[in-house]
């Protein structure tokens, strides 16, 4: 695989079976059997550098303030130009953003950049909660991603252009697809409870997930937070899963999942945190999606506030 640009990442989930130390152990022995070296020296290849980030803080979010436009004048300066992009690196001189100069914009330019990031911002927020489709009729839930995603493999690019607008709000949604929607994995997302009220940080919630989840490896509900689409900053965990040795399930396999700022009685294994004053909204995994979920004889209720 060819890569079009100086920069990039790769994304390797290792998923052991259990959250036993064992099978834990067995899941990083696997990761640290990942090499990445210069193609060079391919018959040395040097010792992998690993860093365990557990515990740190790594901040990868877009910044929507004029830090946006420093790291777009050193991507302009360190990447080579696509020919689908050729139009906006013209737009971009106008800025001041341009390939072999330096960026340094006066006062009054640094202001409407300001204006303008906080506008793209505001934009992008607010067509993040209409870009869905609907899943099952009279649901919440939604395929969390617009047709063009799905029908280039994520690349947006049609026939006759390049729907710039719907990889905008797509990658501020999300920042690594997969290729293929509902062979590995199937996603559903939604911004709204049962009544239609938008989700809040304060306010304290239930998910049933009926048993015979349509997954033939597990599935997984993770938040994130409405303002960045990131995890939900200083969080103890970012969700729940089917192998969550801990989560206490139903006698008839379904699990109650309670979300909110304070957890309930006697159910704190079952509940993700949220802070209040922010919105947030969920993510469910299918990871081996099966026929139930396509067919559509199994369903996820919507979420549900509680007192």
Known sequence: MRSQTHNGYALFRAIPKTSSDEDVAGAIALVKQLRLYPLSKAGAPPEQRFIDMAGRMFDGIVGT????????????????????DRTLMGMLRE????KGKSFDPAPAAQAAFKQGIREAHAWLKDRLLTYGTPYWPDSRWQIPALPVAVETAFSFERPNYLDVDARGIGYFSYYAPPKKLGEATFYLGTFMDA?????????????????NVPAKQFWALTLYDRETCGFIRDMPRAGVDAYDQEMQRNADGAVDIYIGAKPPADKESNWVQTVPGRGWFPFFRFYGPDQPLFDKTWKLPDIEKVQ
């Open 195 to 211: 009544k239609g009220d938008m989700l809040r940080g304060e306010d304290n919630y239930k998910l049933h997930v009926p048993p």
């Open 95 to 98: 800025l001041g953003l341009e």
């Open 65 to 84: 303030d004029e830090s946006f436009y420093e790291n777009l004048a050193k991507m302009v300066n360190e990447e080579p130009v696509l020919e689908r």
